[in-house]
Nanobody
Framework: QVQLVESGGGSVQPGGSLRLSCVVSGYTRCSYDMSWYRQAPGKEREFVSG???????TYVDSVVGRFTISQGNVKNTVYLQMNSVKPEDTAMYYC????????????????WGKGTPVTISS
């Protein structure tokens, strides 16, 4: 059973930094393309950033230049470095798998973690 576990959330003042982590556990042959999403209270869940297993990255415009997504040395580990955070970054942050890559094969994947809360407040 594949599970995603996020960590690193917390409360920080505007302008501060946080580093979120996401680890995929359970047996899998896949190397995953993965993404971070967030959902603020009363709002829909939105895409924040994604990274392919070969390192290509994408970001929503509102975090460009402030957030950085990266892969860990352990397979299927992904980080989100959040710098210069703003009150509007307050949300539950979720990790998700997007694509399973195994050899030359590609298949859609959609496992979600349970989220880690981020609060930006002075």
């Amino acid at each position: 059973q594949v599970q995603l576990v996020e960590s690193g959330g917390g409360s920080v003042q505007p302008g501060g930094s946080l580093r979120l982590s996401c680890v995929v556990s359970g047996y899998t042959r896949c190397s995953y393309d993965m993404s971070w999403y967030r959902q603020a209270p009363g709002k829909e869940r939105e895409f924040v950033s994604g990274i392919t297993s070969d390192g290509s990255t994408t970001y929503v415009d509102s975090v460009v230049g402030r957030f950085t997504i990266s892969q860990g040395n352990v397979k299927n580990t992904v980080y989100l470095q959040m710098n210069s955070v703003k009150p509007e970054d307050t949300a539950m942050y979720y990790c998700k798998t997007d694509v399973c890559r195994y050899g030359s094969a590609r298949s859609p994947s959609s496992y979600w973690g349970k989220g880690t809360p981020v609060t930006i407040s002075s």
